[in-house]
């Protein structure tokens, strides 16, 4: 069982993603609006895995993965993002994150790509 942080600014979206990867046997150890607070969170609670929405107000995830990413460079990190932001994905891979998912998502996708990313 992998320990999760979920970070979006729709609680909605948090809740699909809970929906997801909780009957898959993780567990969701924190949740996140902004990258503000993805970072400190990440700091307090240091998850398996982190599910990041790219656009959020204050921090976004790219800024957010970043700062993650230096502090810890084995951070396992997931882009979960709306179409047409491709060319922050290319520059979030570029920096290590592990994985993307496209909104809307069936829950095998997030699933698969955090199988992938925790492996």
Known sequence: MATILIVDDAKFMRTLVKDALVPAGHEII?????????????????????TMDITMREKDGIEAAEEILRQDP??????????????????AIKLGVRDFVVKPFP????QKAAEKALA
Do not use: D, F, S
């Open 107 to 110: 829950p095998e996708r997030l």
């Open 74 to 91: 084995n951070a396992r990190i997931i882009m979960v993002t709306a179409l047409g932001q491709e060319n922050l994905l290319t520059k």
């Open 30 to 50: 924190g949740e996140a609006e902004n990258g503000n607070e993805a970072i400190e969170l990440y700091k307090r609670l240091k998850p398996n895995l982190v």
